[in-house]
C-alpha cells in the first residue's frame, strides 16, 4: 500500500506550500536524480535525499534543515535546460527563482501575481513535467517521465 495514495511527494509539497507553520520538507526517493531535483524545487521541497545515500548524509541533511539551513537543492545545467525547453517560455522565471531558493511568496511579488495564481501555475508546471497516474491500483504508474 503506497503511503500517500492517489498522491506523490511533490503534490503533497505543493499541497503543504502555503500552510501556516509549514515543516521542512525532505524527498526520500528510490528516483532521486537531476530532473527529480528540479521538479522537488518547484513543489517546494527543502532536499531530495536518495534512498541509495548513506544514512549518514541522510542525517546530514535532517539535521542541517532542522537547524535552519537554507533548502539543499542543487539542479544542474543540463537538467534545467531539459526542463525549460518543455515548459511555456512565461514559467521561465518562476522556475529559475524557485531552483534558486526564492521563496514563492517573493516570486508572485516579483511577478506581480497572487499567491493562488503563482501555486496554479507551480501544478500546472508540475503537471507537464509528471506523467497522470494510470490508476489508483497501479501506484508506481506516477513516476516522473524523461522530458526530451
Sequence with gaps: MPL??????????????????????VLYSAFADDLLTVLAAVAG????????????E???????????????????APALRTVSAALDPD?????GMLVHGTRP?????TLGIGADALR???????????PRRASRAEPHAGRYRQVV
Design 120 to 130: 496554479a501555475r507551480r501544478w500546472a508546471i508540475l503537471r507537464r513535467l509528471t
Design 105 to 109: 511568496a517573493d516570486v508572485a511579488t
Design 4 to 25: 500517500l495514495p492517489g498522491e506523490d511527494g511533490l503534490s503533497l509539497c505543493l499541497r503543504l506550500d502555503g500552510v501556516t507553520s509549514r515543516p521542512r520538507l
Design 45 to 56: 521541497a527543502d532536499a531530495l535525499v536518495p534512498k541509495a545515500a548513506d544514512p549518514d
Design 91 to 95: 514559467d521561465l522565471p518562476i522556475l
Design 58 to 76: 541522510l542525517l546530514a541533511v535532517l539535521l542541517a534543515l532542522a537547524g535552519g539551513g537554507e533548502p539543499l537543492l542543487h539542479p544542474t
